[in-house]
């Protein structure tokens, strides 16, 4: 249901993208990782489930919701999500984050920040293109 409301609020403010909502069997997953769309949403479990269709992608910006999901360091969803290429990254939450959050670089705001030294190395700019797009969900 939360994927559904988060392609609502995409299809309102830019319609006409394409919006594919990765759920269902692994068979089903498989399908819409083909597709070719604008914006991909996903939740946090599937990073362990559909990894390598993850990383088989160059995503232009990687949006995580809740991010509180990713805190910690030691985690396998948090290791892997680093692990997924990108150029940006948002990480979103309406919860108190503790400062010991760090991007890949190791710097707490480099994800949303300017950073010289966080890969990405640029805050978000610019339109997103299509298919570059990868929202991360966390039902709680």
């Not at 070719?36 to 946090?44: C, E, L, S």
């Not at 991010?67 to 919860?95: D, E, F, H, W």
């Not at 030294?117 to 966390?138: H, K, N, V, Y």
Request: a positive charge.
């Amino acid at each position: 249901v939360l994927k559904q409301q988060w392609a609502s609020e995409v299809r309102k403010f830019l319609p006409g993208k394409k919006i594919i909502v990765i759920e269902g069997t692994k068979a089903e997953r498989n399908k819409l990782w083909q597709q070719q769309g604008d914006y991909y949403i996903v939740n946090y479990e599937l990073i362990l489930r559909d990894f390598e269709q993850m990383i088989s992608y160059q995503w232009k910006y990687i949006i995580a919701d809740e991010c509180t999901k990713i805190t910690n360091p030691r985690a396998k969803q948090s290791r892997l999500i680093k692990k997924i290429p990108s150029r940006y990254r948002v990480a979103m939450s309406g919860t108190l984050i503790s400062n010991k959050v760090r991007c890949s670089c190791g710097n707490p705001t480099a994800c949303v920040k300017n950073c010289a030294t966080c890969p990405a190395g640029e805050r978000l700019q610019s339109t997103p293109e299509s298919g570059d797009i990868l929202f991360l969900w966390f039902k709680l």
